[in-house]
């Protein structure tokens, strides 16, 4: 396959609730769209959806589009490929970047997918027709506005709730939220939040007893001994997402046994090829995965449906209907979870039409390359 167009729009939509994690608080979100064209006419899209400051990761809105302009966009034009594995080699010398680098590869596999009549998900291997959706929760002002958010996505059917935690904001949410909903698939997410200090391992030893699925980030990236450390120590499961990046973090956290779980997230690995070895490698481990989210609009939103139709992903994904975030999504039809179930789109391709009229209302930029 040759690509032979490329585009990429930088698109910024409302929220439709403002979300706030252990870093910072957001009421919109920039995210770049790629589009990609064979010399078919066959089309393929992709989502960069890196936050727009650097705390999750180091990767801003602003250095991807950078990145793909100036690096990913040109290594793929006009070159040769079969198949979408191939495709991170050509960009390889790139160091870092997962979140451009994923939204490129994601093109060129929706593309493939597209240009070969199988689904997203088929190409990838997946085996599920649905897959189960958790929502992830903020900070919120109070106990009682947590309250008020997890009770509307229990209500609406959504088994699984994560609760975003941080120093000062950890024990009290959990308890009141244990205390409405006593067997609820409750989880905490820290975002690297804690110091591996004594304050910290208190904290999550008092946590330990209410029951939660796992402590997903305890500790900053990479901090794979504070993890493997507190692993040791507790019961429930201790969750890795910024602290695996690539497959060779994955093996060192699979070495010290610095988790048990691990999420996976197909922008933060750059892209879906490397998600698949991640779930591939974790399996012959015994670690259970599932699919985490960066709030992507739907087109990101498919691609984590379609890797979360994979077999070892058998705990609930963050693959939560788009109108948790966004009233309209720049895909048709919009992801929908009824009783917190997604159904694998079995159209070929991205599984949906791209609202291309919604993006370029959207978009405060738009380069065109061409082979
Ligand atoms: O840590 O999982 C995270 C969003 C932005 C940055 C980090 C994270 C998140 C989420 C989003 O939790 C979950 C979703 O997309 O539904
Ligand atoms: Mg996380």
């Not at 010399?39 to 960069?48: F, L, R, V």
């Not at 499961?237 to 779980?261: H, I, Q």
């Given at each position: 396959?040759?690509?032979?167009?490329?585009t990429?729009?930088?698109v910024?939509?409302?929220?439709?609730?403002?979300?706030?994690?252990?870093?910072?608080?957001?009421?919109?979100?920039?995210?770049l769209?790629?589009?990609?064209?064979?010399?078919s006419?066959?089309?393929?899209?992709?989502?960069?959806?890196?936050?727009?400051?650097?705390?999750?990761?180091?990767?801003?809105?602003?250095?991807?589009?950078?990145?793909?302009t100036?690096?990913?966009?040109?290594?793929v034009?006009?070159?040769?490929?079969?198949?979408?594995?191939?495709?991170?080699?050509?960009?390889?010398?790139?160091r870092?970047?997962?979140?451009?680098?994923a939204?490129?590869?994601?093109?060129?596999?929706?593309?493939?997918?597209?240009?070969?009549?199988?689904?997203?998900?088929?190409?990838?291997?997946?085996?599920?027709?649905?897959?189960?959706?958790?929502?992830?929760?903020g900070i919120?002002?109070s106990?009682?506005?947590?309250?008020?958010?997890?009770?509307?996505?229990?209500?609406?059917?959504?088994?699984?709730?994560?609760l975003?935690?941080?120093?000062?904001?950890?024990?009290?949410?959990?308890k009141?939220?244990?205390?409405?909903?006593?067997?609820?698939?409750?989880?905490?997410?820290?975002?690297?939040?804690?110091?591996?200090?004594?304050?910290a391992?208190?904290?999550?030893?008092?946590?330990?007893?209410?029951?939660?699925?796992?402590?997903?980030?305890?500790?900053?990236?990479?901090n794979f001994?504070?993890?493997?450390?507190?692993q040791?120590?507790?019961?429930?499961p201790?969750?890795?997402?910024?602290?695996?990046?690539?497959l060779?973090?994955?093996?060192?956290?699979?070495?010290?046994?610095?988790g048990?779980?691990?999420?996976i997230?197909?922008?933060?690995?750059?892209?879906?090829?490397?998600?698949?070895?991640?779930?591939d490698?974790?399996?012959?481990?015994?670690?259970?995965?599932?699919?985490?989210?960066?709030?992507?609009?739907?087109?990101?939103?498919?691609?984590?449906?379609?890797?979360?139709?994979?077999?070892?992903?058998?705990?609930?994904?963050?693959?939560?209907?788009?109108?948790?975030?966004?009233?309209?999504?720049?895909?048709?039809?919009?992801?929908?979870?009824?009783?917190?179930?997604?159904?694998?789109?079995?159209?070929?391709?991205?599984?949906?039409?791209?609202?291309?009229?919604?993006?370029a209302?959207?978009?405060?930029?738009t380069?065109?390359f061409?082979?």
């Amino acid at each position: 396959m040759r690509i032979v167009n490329a585009t990429l729009h930088d698109v910024e939509l409302p929220l439709v609730h403002s979300f706030e994690t252990s870093s910072h608080r957001k009421s919109s979100l920039r995210h770049l769209i790629v589009e990609l064209t064979d010399e078919s006419g066959a089309k393929g899209w992709g989502e960069i959806a890196s936050p727009a400051g650097p705390y999750y990761a180091s990767e801003t809105t602003t250095i991807a589009w950078h990145t793909a302009t100036e690096y990913l966009i040109p290594a793929v034009l006009g070159a040769e490929w079969e198949h979408p594995d191939e495709v991170s080699a050509l960009y390889g010398k790139v160091r870092g970047h997962w979140f451009a680098k994923a939204g490129v590869e994601m093109a060129a596999w929706t593309l493939y997918a597209a240009h070969t009549q199988q689904p997203l998900a088929t190409a990838l291997g997946g085996t599920r027709s649905t897959v189960i959706a958790g929502v992830s929760l903020g900070i919120e002002p109070s106990i009682d506005e947590l309250l008020t958010q997890v009770a509307k996505h229990v209500d609406s059917g959504y088994p699984r709730v994560k609760l975003k935690i941080a120093p000062g904001w950890d024990v009290e949410p959990v308890k009141a939220v244990r205390g409405t909903y006593p067997d609820l698939d409750v989880h905490v997410d820290a975002n690297g939040a804690y110091p591996g200090d004594d304050a910290a391992f208190e904290t999550f030893r008092a946590l330990d007893p209410h029951g939660l699925t796992m402590i997903e980030q305890p500790f900053a990236p990479r901090n794979f001994m504070d993890s493997a450390r507190l692993q040791a120590e507790l019961n429930t499961p201790v969750c890795l997402d910024e602290s695996v990046e690539t497959l060779d973090d994955l093996r060192t956290a699979l070495e010290l046994k610095a988790g048990g779980v691990l999420n996976i997230k197909v922008s933060r690995m750059g892209g879906l090829s490397a998600a698949r070895a991640a779930h591939d490698l974790t399996q012959e481990a015994g670690w259970p995965v599932w699919c985490g989210g960066m709030h992507e609009f739907g087109i990101g939103r498919l691609a984590n449906v379609a890797i979360s139709s994979l077999p070892g992903f058998t705990l609930p994904s963050d693959v939560s209907a788009s109108g948790k975030y966004y009233a309209e999504d720049i895909i048709d039809p919009a992801v929908t979870a009824e009783g917190g179930v997604v159904t694998v789109p079995s159209t070929a391709g991205l599984g949906a039409q791209v609202r291309t009229e919604l993006i370029a209302e959207h978009a405060q930029q738009t380069q065109t390359f061409s082979a």
